[in-house]
């Protein structure tokens, strides 16, 4: 069993789990960007540990379809409700927003829209396009919903050649009716295996901390490298407020290590592993990583 602090819903944070929230200029000047043409980051809806970090680097994982999630996941800080119809005009504020970050490294997730037709598709693959219309020479990440797994919506998404595209199966089979709302375990799986044999990059990542086993994690992670899964990331789990799903246990820095080089073991090109981790921080280090393995 992982090495634990055990649940209550007392449970002061360890050490290892205290961060700096502190502004910076540059992360100043990375809000004024985002807001200053109306864009959505998952730092902020998803209440991210890192994003003063992230922003004073100058980046940030921009959130396109809204800031509004049709699904209700008992883990994520994420608006849920009845959402407005998707903006025409964000892949060219998202692409104008990165040129003048001048980032290398793009990240971009969104909300679920299960209410549209394509689940979203066609404004994922016109983002994409329009970043590299305006940042030829930037490298473009991905974080997509499980669009039920169809193949045909996955595939217009596809088409428009982002360099990593990810979903993220979020906890172990056992705990996936109890955390996600309306997503499946095996759904997402066949999501990463779809994503992995088009020739893409795929990406997951889980949380822990939620109740799931040693064995279930190592099962997780062998059944994402089936899926052709190559990076992959864990973190630990942090209970947004009280009313979202607690908190079992602080797995240790220690344990995140012990995962990671399991993973490695396993053969996935790269894995980020330690408390703080989240699915895009740092993501570019896990594409130059993979780069590595492939040029080999």
Not at 138 to 164: F, K, N, Y
Not at 181 to 200: D, E, N, Q, V, W
Not at 253 to 272: D, H, N, Q, T
Request: proline residues 5%.
């Amino acid at each position: 069993m992982p090495k634990v602090r055990e649940h209550s819903d007392y449970l002061r944070k360890p050490d290892w789990l205290k961060i700096s929230l502190r502004s910076t200029t540059n992360s100043a000047d990375v809000e004024q960007i985002v807001e200053g043409r109306c864009l959505h980051t998952i730092c902020s809806s998803g209440m991210c540990p890192n994003k003063a970090e992230c922003w004073s680097r100058r980046t940030a994982t921009f959130m396109i379809l809204g800031d509004i999630c049709t699904r209700n996941c008992r883990f994520c800080a994420t608006q849920t409700g009845r959402p407005l119809p998707p903006d025409e005009a964000e892949p060219d504020k998202v692409a104008e927003s990165v040129k003048l970050m001048g980032l290398k490294h793009v990240v971009v997730t969104s909300v679920t829209r299960d209410d549209l037709e394509d689940h979203g598709a066609t404004i994922w693959a016109r983002t994409v396009e329009a970043i590299r219309r305006d940042n030829p020479d930037a490298t473009i990440e991905l974080l997509i919903s499980d669009m039920d797994a169809r193949p045909e919506l996955i595939d217009v998404v596809l088409a428009s050649c982002p360099d990593i595209v990810g979903h993220n199966i979020e906890t172990v089979e056992r705990l996936t009716p109890e955390v996600r709302s309306r997503a499946k375990y095996r759904t997402s799986l066949a999501t990463l295996k779809h994503i992995a044999a088009s020739g893409a990059v795929a990406k997951s990542g889980l949380m822990l901390g939620l109740g799931e086993s040693e064995e279930e994690v190592l099962t997780t992670l062998a059944d994402l490298r089936e899926a052709g899964v190559s990076i992959v990331t864990l973190g630990q789990y942090l209970r947004p407020t009280k009313e979202h799903y607690p908190v079992r246990a602080y797995i240790t820095p220690e344990k995140f290590e012990e995962y990671r080089l399991k993973a490695l073991e396993m053969g996935f090109s790269y894995c980020a592993s330690a408390p703080l981790v989240r699915s895009s921080y740092l993501a570019d280090a896990a594409l130059d990583a993979v780069r590595k393995v492939c040029a080999k």
